[in-house]
């Protein structure tokens, strides 16, 4: 039996991240951040990071920056991140979020790209938690709804990544709809967090708590077993997370089984497909928990789907029915979305996948059930044909993963001369079974086609930055397993 969970989608009243910095209720000393990233436990209250992010801004005003100027932040995941975003926006300063794990060069062409003044990192981050006063104060700035509040890059995961201009007025309603959840309302939450904040699930995940003045569990990394002794050491309500995330979750089968788990009553899934056998053994170790499967981009938020008009329960594979605020349509397979809310605005002229009628072109394959109910069926640039066919390379990992001794599936379109593209699979066991008894299974559960020439064993999959599957080292490891030209 499986918990259905609906979110309120509604236009709502807007949820001003700057009269949050100025509320008096955010400088207590309740409990804001336990730090993980750091050798040792660091426990930050919101009066500390209000006062510490004040003391910021104040710095970046004596750097004689002016409102709207640029800052790079090159960290990963912690308290000094969360402080000179918060002191960034204080002063109306933009910061531009960038991946640390990006080359110097790279680094470098984002900054220039973005006309960022300067750049902070580790060695350079005028953070002072040591030398605060009780109460720190500084000159708010007073944005327009137009103005950009920060620059998020994307992921790359369809083309380059862009420099997307997130303003106050966009990212202010993504906050107030993403808060709007009952279940997330409740400000004694512990919410737990390791996708990365310069990224958009990471950093919408950390300002719906902030919104809610909840308390963040925060990792610099995902690492499985610490992740799962940090909900019963913190008695987490909340996971934010990702769907490869929960599978190696569930591959600790025992240090689950004698581990409490019962705090956690919500898991919000994002960025990717989520099975229906991961969303089985979800519920089989998180019985409390409501699972909600969320869809979003940089540049349309997170929230583009909620609940149904007529009170529907959601399927649980479902990202929802659509948001009333965007309009929808399915090309070829591929979902297109518009709206008043779409992001259009980078940090250069780019393709940016916006049709002349304003519709905004995702890349990624939806299917509509007779309910009007949307499900996400991966990425468009994964489909390749086989002997004239298309293969889409979820449908055939979802048929991997049904079986119960199959964890998690990467299915490969690998380049053939006769074919033009054949399946291959990746596949993590949480039991035995041998290569050719998981291939005449998916013989019988689907098209001859579709089914994987080869199957190789890993004990886990490759992640990207952002905690997503590696697909690109995937394809170069099964290159390198085929003798192929590279």
């Known amino acids: 039996m499986y918990k259905y969970f609906s979110i309120n989608i509604f236009v709502l009243p807007t949820s001003n991240i700057i009269k949050k910095l100025t509320d008096r209720k955010y400088s207590t000393n309740k409990f804001f951040l336990i730090d993980l990233s750091k050798k040792e436990l660091a426990y930050y209250s919101y009066k500390k990071i209000n006062n510490a992010s004040t003391i910021f801004a104040k710095k970046l005003i004596q750097q004689k920056l002016k409102p709207k100027d640029k800052i790079a932040i090159v960290l990963?995941?912690?308290?000094?991140?969360?402080?000179?975003?918060?002191?960034?926006?204080?002063?109306?300063?933009?910061p531009v979020l960038i991946n640390p794990k990006l080359s110097s060069v790279q680094i470098e062409n984002i900054m220039r790209e973005s006309n960022c003044k300067i750049v902070f990192d580790f060695k350079n981050s005028f953070v002072d938690f040591e030398n605060l006063l009780e109460q720190e104060e500084c000159e708010i700035y007073n944005p327009l709804p137009s103005d950009p509040i920060f620059v998020l890059y994307t992921s790359g995961s369809s083309g380059l990544p862009k420099g997307t201009i997130i303003s106050h007025k966009n990212y202010n309603h993504m906050i107030s709809q993403s808060s709007s959840t009952n279940s997330i309302k409740n400000n004694k939450y512990v919410s737990l967090i390791s996708s990365p904040l310069f990224h958009a699930n990471g950093l919408n995940s950390f300002f719906t708590s902030y919104n809610n003045y909840s308390t963040v569990v925060l990792f610099s990394k995902f690492e499985a077993t610490s992740y799962i002794k940090a909900i019963e050491k913190f008695k987490v309500d909340c996971l934010f997370c990702v769907p490869s995330v929960l599978s190696m979750l569930l591959r600790e089968e025992q240090l689950l089984k004698k581990t409490n788990l019962s705090s956690v009553n919500l898991i919000i899934s994002a960025s990717s497909d989520i099975s229906q056998?991961?969303?089985?053994?979800?519920?089989?170790?998180?019985p409390h928990a409501e699972l909600f499967n969320t869809y979003g981009s940089t540049e349309t938020g997170m929230l583009l789907f909620g609940h149904h008009p007529a009170g529907l329960p959601r399927p649980p594979r479902s990202v929802g029915y659509p948001n009333k605020n965007f309009q929808f349509r399915i090309v070829d397979g591929i979902l297109e979305v518009n709206g008043p809310l779409l992001i259009k605005e980078y940090t250069k002229d780019k393709d940016t996948n916006i049709k002349e009628d304003g519709f905004f072109v995702t890349n990624d394959l939806f299917e509509i059930d007779n309910n009007g109910f949307y499900y996400f069926l991966g990425q468009a640039d994964d489909m390749f044909k086989c002997g004239g066919y298309r293969v889409y390379p979820r449908s055939v990992e979802n048929i991997l993963e049904e079986h119960p001794a199959v964890t998690s599936a990467v299915v490969l379109g690998i380049p053939d001369d006769v074919k033009g593209y054949k399946p291959y699979a990746f596949v993590t066991l949480c039991k035995n079974i041998t290569e050719e008894e998981l291939k005449e299974y998916t013989l019988k559960a689907g098209p001859a086609y579709q089914h994987p020439r080869r199957i190789w064993f890993v004990n886990s999959m490759p992640l990207t930055d952002t905690n997503k599957i590696d697909r690109k080292e995937l394809m170069k490891r099964a290159i390198e397993e085929l003798n192929l030209p590279h």
């Open 76 to 94: 990963e995941n912690s308290a000094e991140f969360i402080v000179m975003l918060l002191g960034a926006i204080k002063c109306g300063v933009v």
């Open 277 to 286: 056998t991961l969303i089985d053994n979800v519920y089989k170790y998180f």
